[in-house]
């Protein structure tokens, strides 16, 4: 396992390259061995029709979150790749954020299962659950392109 | 049940609104009752770090076009909105584009079902299914916000 | 919401009734509402080939233990039946029993959701995860046939 | 690959060991590679209170069909364990039998995918689906267990 700020690194360094993760604005919390969070900023191309974050954005953050979580509690060298991504949409998610806190439930040698809670929150109010996921994830070896990364 | 060139009509309009689904460029390619096919082409914004189309951003189509499909075979004045999203990634999503292709199962009063396959192709290549997703949605009458849209 | 008491009675009595929940031996250990623990003891037409408890044991227990928690959220003479049951095995199911703790996390007047926690357990160990649910459950007036069982 | 014979052999032997299986009456109607159909008949024991299939049956059928599946697609010597099973209810289940469908869709040193259609039918008409399932499997070798059954 590896430490604490290194994990962080990592996650970080996945998260901000260019790709789908930096264009919506994602931003690392917390990271743990096991244990994600992220956050999304409201943005007008992020919702749906009637103004809530879209269904899409809410599954990239919740696989996202997903995939660090379970890789931070691999040994180093090792990554999680999602094969199946199952979300409950269970209220809208109308906030000024969303977030993702991923905790991984099962780490094994070749299959992960991470499950995620999604918040929603005005600056006012409590946050409200909107959306729960469960993902499982494959163990592999870390990606040549992403090693070199540094 | 409305005509098919209203029902496309309703479905495009739905998606070109401004939001996530025309940002990241959803082109609507068929539309019948039950069965919608949409596409999104290759952008640096929709992929991951190893160069292939983001899960969120598979997901993302997966349940749009789900929408749709459970939609288009609903009444005029109704709707259908995601509850349940589950994809399963097979393969990478390494082509030109992404196909999603929508089919309700089962249109009911209050629940429907739609299970989705998503292509992944190359202009040279036969087209290789990537995902497949089987998307639960609740039935609710159009939001005023989308029935002053015209 | 019926009373505590009454809720345990309508539990047991759709869990006792003659069929599949019965004939696997399903025992209600608690009953709050939107909360249910069920259990199973070990017998051998309950396992697969290894000597765990079989995957449809499990998810049947899940499910009916998910219903049993939502349906007790909901007022009296409304009930929850499963549309959607999402189950990830953990670990092997080795254990004398398997106890599923439900709980429901949305209620609604059409459509219901409930996690589900099922572990095993040995006499001299602690319980151990071996599976997760989610289930999603459509809101239905109580079936006559049941209304009338007492 | 192994020969077709031999695979219904496989799945025979499986299916028939003392267990679940056996218990709940599974019939194997069909083995290719890749492909499995079982069934099982209305028996009093296999119901819900409202005289439909239970749901933990209709379960249990498919992720045993899934495993048979995935695993007929496989080298000789691996099996396939299930993982993740997802359900959709789609109707009653109300006939005479029910009958499992399976169709591995991908096929992995590590993990399998396979879909599962279940159609129920009365003996003077049309089968009707039921319920469909995705299910997700991880490659192991065969237990010692059951390399030794013959």
């Known amino acids: 396992m590896a430490q604490a700020a290194e994990l962080k690194q990592l996650v970080e360094m996945v998260t901000s390259r260019p790709g789908f993760t ?20 409201r943005r007008p191309d992020l919702l749906q029709f009637n103004g809530f974050f879209h269904g899409g954005v809410i599954s990239g953050l919740a696989d996202h979150a997903a995939g660090g979580a379970a ?64 993902v499982t994830l494959r163990v592999v070896d870390v990606p040549a392109r992403l090693a070199q990364a540094d």
Chains 1, 2, 3, 4 share one sequence.
């Open 22 to 41: 930096s264009a919506i604005g994602t931003k690392v919390l917390q990271v743990e061995p096991g244990c994600v969070q992220m956050s999304l900023s």
């Open 71 to 134: 890789t931070t509690a691999l040994p180093a060298g090792r990554i999680a790749v999602t094969i199946d991504l199952h979300v409950n949409f269970l209220s809208p998610a109308d906030g000024e954020t969303i977030v993702a806190k991923a905790q991984a439930i099962q780490v094994g040698g070749t299959v992960c299962v991470a499950k995620v809670e999604v918040t929603t929150g005005k600056h006012d109010q409590e946050p409200r659950l909107c959306a729960i996921a469960t």
